[in-house]
């Protein structure tokens, strides 16, 4: 099976531009999760979705955001960009629909705010 | 509210020797556990994980881990390693109501030849 796939890999923006990211999950999962890693806060969660319904948040700011289309395929959005928000952005699907489901990584999109 | 910490930020270990990363957690009920991998500019692969059952479990590239409920701790374990297993590690913990992992800080682990 193919893993999860993430696109683009690399992005540079300015400050004020918003920007999509793509993650398609591994075939016959339903839950995608969506993680922020930067230096200084490491890995934080930003939202899960199910079924194409968030089912989870983390503490983030309204900035971000995320849908879920029927085929599972998932895309988050980032709008007004900051410079900290240049991060490894990572998505993960899951199979289970427990909250144990162990969650697979794809290799993340490395985003660059200027 | 859940937390994991990982003690040990950067560990340097000879090629062969043995290897243990350190991984306590905080958890009101019994969790699930993870163990990732980071190669640098990658993604996080799965060494091993924990939800019930066995407390010695067994994963990927020669690594096995312990869950001490006791000790609120899942150290992982290697006994010789390689230069390939150069990179980030991982420690996480699951919330059973909701599919948000909580992740440890991580240790860089250096190999000298």
């Known amino acids: 099976k193919a893993g999860v796939t993430q696109t683009p890999r690399y992005l540079i923006k300015t400050r004020g531009q918003q920007v999509t990211l793509s993650c398609s999950p591994i075939?016959?999962?339903?839950?995608v999760s969506w993680y922020q890693q930067t230096p200084g806060q490491g890995l934080q969660f930003l939202f899960e979705y199910f079924s194409e319904t968030q089912r989870n948040k983390g503490n983030f700011p309204g900035r971000f955001s995320g849908r879920q289309f029927s085929n599972s395929r998932s895309e988050m959005n980032v709008s007004t960009l900051e410079l900290g928000d240049s991060a490894l952005y990572l998505c993960?699907?899951?199979?289970?629909?427990?909250?144990?489901?162990?969650?697979?990584f794809g290799p993340g999109t490395r985003l660059t705010v200027l | 509210a859940q937390s994991v910490t990982q003690p040990d930020i950067h560990i340097t270990v000879s090629e062969g020797a043995s290897l243990e990363l350190r991984c306590n957690y905080s958890y009101g009920a019994t969790p699930y556990l993870f163990w990732y991998v980071q190669s640098p500019g990658q993604g996080l692969q799965l060494l091993l994980k924990?939800?019930?059952?066995?407390?010695l479990v067994q994963g990927i590239k020669g690594f096995e881990a312990e869950f001490k409920r006791s000790q609120s701790s899942f150290n992982l374990r290697k006994p010789s390693v390689h230069w390939s297993d150069a990179a980030e590690y991982f420690c996480?913990?699951?919330?059973?109501?909701?599919?948000?992992?909580?992740f440890g800080s991580g240790t860089r682990l250096q190999v000298q030849p």
């Open positions: 996480a913990v699951g919330d059973t109501g909701r599919r948000a992992l909580t």
């Open positions: 075939s016959g999962h339903r839950s």
């Open positions: 993960a699907s899951s199979l289970a629909t427990s909250g144990g489901g162990t969650q697979y």
């Open positions: 924990y939800f019930s059952g066995d407390t």
